[in-house]
């Protein structure tokens, strides 16, 4: 060890690493000389191989234009000399190698030639001009299969190859179609200029040389490769020498290129190494303040870490909150356009979260949030971003998102989340969600873009019902465009009382009088003309404006009331929809007591009626707020009563004075037996209990005359009456043009 520390101090160290380095580069570039050689034999090898194959190929395309005139000429088809020698003639200018086509007769002589005028000389000849020709020849005619000659010299002069073809075979045969080839005309064919060019090409025959097919002084003789010519009875080989240009031309740089660089790297490194002890000690002191820096600067970092975390973090729910997720989206989008990747945007709304948190407080509100964010929580990894947007709404970024099955799974795994019951503050409530989806780049090419839009698609969501999702598709963003348009002009509506009622009057079946009727809003937009309770109605419930119209609608109905006094409709009934914003509001009975004394309405006017879903939600409070509507006067009615939620208990705990049976019954009431069943056992009942009975959706003398027979109590529908105005209401009371008792018993 000492030795080899003096060493590494003396200054022979650098020497000794330069001169290793220089040994490895030679090393290095004699081996990738011998590679590269061996690269070169290949490459020549595969020169040699296509050219014997194409070879092989024009030698086949030939013999086969020759069996194909052999087979006519078998057939008969030249009937005479001339027929033969156009055909010949023919094949001479479709192939352009041959330098002569021959019909030779089964004695093996030349009978007839084309062209005929530069060989005529050959007329006559015998083909079979040894014993190895004739056995050749004979053997062709016993199995009709053709023989090539090998090289040999022309009788029109030159070398040359010529391939016969029999005519017919064994006792049948008529001779050979034969062609000629010229050698220097059959190297023209074969090699392309950049063969001619690059190697000298020559022909074995019986492994001797036989022909040269071009001639080149240039030849680098260390290279050499040769290739078999597989055709029936010849044994060639094709003898491939590459030029000098050709070898350089295929040779590589990096034998140079390596040792270049692996020497300049042993300079490099040597005079490194001499700079070394110099910096050696410098470095000791620069690592030392380093280590104080590094501290420092560690302990910075950790305060600016807890203070990024407390701004992008929700301090309640512990998740990302919409600044961070936004700038992240942000982010994440630019990535995905330069890897052309899509990227999904959840947004997430808990379907009646607000009705839970003003009823059970907004302690029970926060609790029920963080229980949602932590199931949310666990979908989170490096390509799913969970955060929460406020009030009862988060947020899900899906990166690296290959097709839309992707968020398929996603959206199974959110609803999964929400599959089992939460318990916040000792409460157990199941809670379900509505989600809407905008997919980059289809949805939008900015944050802001896809966060609109998937928030457009959450509203679509909402609007075909709770616990369900929507993508966001074209022609959304105008929908919604009007949605908030229509939104902003119900404020307008109220105040510029745009809204109308409408009646529709109630059948009484027993004595066949019009003593009720319906009640029904509608809006006349200044703009978009009158608008049915479908395009607007949602919109209130979802703002909250439901509750202001619901006002209007009762006062409007009272209003009514007065009005009829002293008139031939002064006997009417009302009856008003109420939603269930309005039954949760605290304020309904005050407001109904007060709106009919200031009108001077009898109660027993007044008709509220209130869907079946509506009664058994929150049955403590609605049991309260319905006994003293009861209480005041006022009649209650069931609406759509038997769809989905019918419990007959609350029949008899809730003060009902009337059960409308939903039209999805009346609609089918004499065609469907079970629908006929039904709705005689609920007028059954509803008589049992002392409540009457109203058959909706009553379009049908049929149905009509069916609700009748069964003592139902009074009939709606378009058989009686459409919704019409007020005024029109009173003409046709006052003209009794409206479908009559004695029109109803006329028909029974």
Not at 3 to 30: D, E, M, N, Q, Y
Not at 334 to 357: G, P
Not at 480 to 491: H, N, P, Q, V
Not at 561 to 572: A, I, Q, V
Request: aromatic share 8%.
């Amino acid at each position: 060890m000492p030795f080899v520390t003096r060493v590494l101090k003396g200054p022979f160290f650098a020497a000794f690493i330069f001169l290793a380095f220089l040994s490895l580069a030679w090393v290095l570039r004699t081996g990738l000389i011998q590679k590269d050689t061996h690269q070169i034999q290949s490459n020549l090898a595969n020169e040699a191989t296509a050219l014997s194959n194409n070879l092989e190929r024009e030698f086949l395309v030939q013999v086969g234009a020759l069996g194909r005139m052999a087979q006519r000429m078998f057939n008969n088809t030249y009937s005479n000399e001339q027929l033969w020698r156009a055909d010949a003639t023919t094949h001479l200018n479709d192939f352009g190698i041959y330098q002569a086509i021959e019909w030779v007769d089964e004695q093996y002589i030349i009978r007839w030639l084309e062209p005929s005028e530069e060989n005529q000389d050959v007329v006559g000849y015998n083909v079979a001009f040894n014993d190895q020709r004739k056995q050749a020849l004979e053997q062709a005619a016993a199995t009709g299969h053709y023989d090539i000659s090998g090289i040999i010299d022309l009788k029109q002069g030159g070398k040359g190859i010529v391939t016969y073809h029999p005519v017919g075979q064994g006792a049948e045969n008529n001779g050979f179609i034969a062609g000629v080839f010229r050698m220097e005309v059959f190297a023209k064919q074969l090699l392309s200029n950049r063969v001619i060019d690059q190697f000298q090409v020559g022909i074995l025959q019986q492994g001797q040389p036989a022909y040269d097919l071009n001639a080149s002084t240039d030849i680098d003789s260390a290279f050499r490769e040769t290739a078999v010519v597989n055709l029936p009875s010849l044994n060639w080989q094709l003898t491939l020498q590459p030029t000098y240009a050709w070898v350089e031309a295929q040779r590589s740089q990096w034998p140079n290129a390596v040792f270049s660089i692996i020497v300049l790297m042993g300079v490099f490194i040597s005079l490194t190494t001499l700079l070394g002890q110099v910096v050696l000690k410098r470095n000791r002191k620069l690592r030392e303040t380093q280590l104080e820096l590094e501290q420092q600067v560690d302990e910075r970092v950790a305060v600016q870490v807890d203070l990024e975390r407390l701004e992008s973090t929700d301090t309640l729910t512990g998740l990302a909150n919409r600044r961070f997720f936004m700038e992240d989206l942000t982010h994440t989008l630019s990535i995905a356009d330069r890897q052309a990747r899509q990227v999904a945007l959840l947004m997430i709304d808990l379907d009646r979260f607000q009705v839970l948190n003003d009823t059970l407080g907004h302690q029970f509100g926060d609790e029920l949030l963080i229980k949602v964010s932590e199931r949310l929580n666990e979908l989170s990894s490096e390509t799913i971003l969970v955060a929460y947007s406020g009030g009862d709404e988060f947020m899900i970024c899906q990166q690296q998102m290959d097709d839309i099955d992707d968020v398929i799974h996603l959206l199974g795994l959110v609803k999964q989340c929400f599959s089992e019951p939460f318990e916040a503050l000792g409460e157990v409530h199941q809670v379900t969600a509505t989600m809407g989806v905008a997919v980059y780049p289809q949805s939008g090419h900015d944050a802001d873009t896809l966060l609109r839009n998937a928030d457009i698609a959450l509203y679509r969501a909402k609007d075909q019902g709770r616990n369900t999702y929507q993508f966001y598709t074209e022609g959304m963003q105008e929908k919604e465009m009007m949605r908030l348009e229509l939104d902003k002009d119900i404020s307008q509506a109220l105040a510029n009382d745009e809204f109308v009622l409408y009646y529709q009057p109630q059948l009484n079946l027993e004595t066949g009088e019009i003593n009720n009727v319906e009640a029904l809003i509608r809006w006349q937009h200044p703009t978009r003309g009158l608008l049915s309770p479908v395009e607007f109605i949602p919109l209130a419930e979802e703002s909250g404006r439901i509750t202001e119209i619901g006002r209007w609608v009762v006062l409007a109905a009272c209003r009514q009331l007065g009005r009829w006094k002293g008139t031939p409709c002064g006997h009417l009934r009302i009856a008003v929809n109420l939603s269930g914003r309005e039954l949760e509001d605290v304020t309904l009975v005050d407001h109904v007591r007060d709106t009919l004394a200031a009108e001077n309405v009898a109660p027993d006017m007044l008709e509220l009626e209130l869907t079946e879903e509506i009664f058994i939600q929150n049955i403590a409070q609605n049991r309260s707020q319905l006994s003293q509507l009861h209480e005041l006067g006022t009649r209650l009615a069931i609406d759509d009563f038997g769809v989905g939620y019918s419990s007959l208990g609350y029949l008899r705990d809730f003060p009902v004075d009337l059960l409308k049976i939903d039209r999805s019954f009346i609609a089918n009431v004499t065609e469907r037996h079970d629908d006929a069943v039904i709705t005689r056992a609920v007028i059954n009942l509803a008589h049992n209990l002392g409540i009457q009975v109203v058959g909706e959706g009553v379009e049908t003398e049929e149905q009509l005359n069916f609700l009748k027979v069964h003592r139902c109590n009074l009939a709606q529908g378009y058989l009686i009456s459409r919704p019409v105005p007020g005024d029109v209401l009173e003409e046709a009371i006052r003209e009794e043009t409206l479908f009559t008792g004695e029109q109803a018993t006329s028909e029974l």
